[in-house]
């Protein structure tokens, strides 16, 4: 279930909304307006810090070269 951020074209508040279905009708929390657009917008993530992929031991997480010099 994704959350979504909004703009409504009434008001011009931006608000954010957890959408459970995409036939959900998304009403602006403000001025209730119906009419919102749907925003581009960024997510963030948190990593562990651990490393992802690669072998073991392996200077380059991207491939299982020991060597970066033959990845790049």
Known sequence: MPIYEYKCSDCDTKFE????????AIEC???????NKKLFSAF???????????????????????SCSSCH
């Open 17 to 24: 909304k957890l959408v459970f279905n995409q036939n959900t």
């Open 29 to 35: 929390p403000d001025c209730g307006g119906k009419e």
């Open 44 to 66: 963030g993530f948190k990593s562990s810090g651990k490393p992802t992929g690669g072998s073991q031991g392996s200077s380059c997480a991207s491939c299982s070269s020991t």
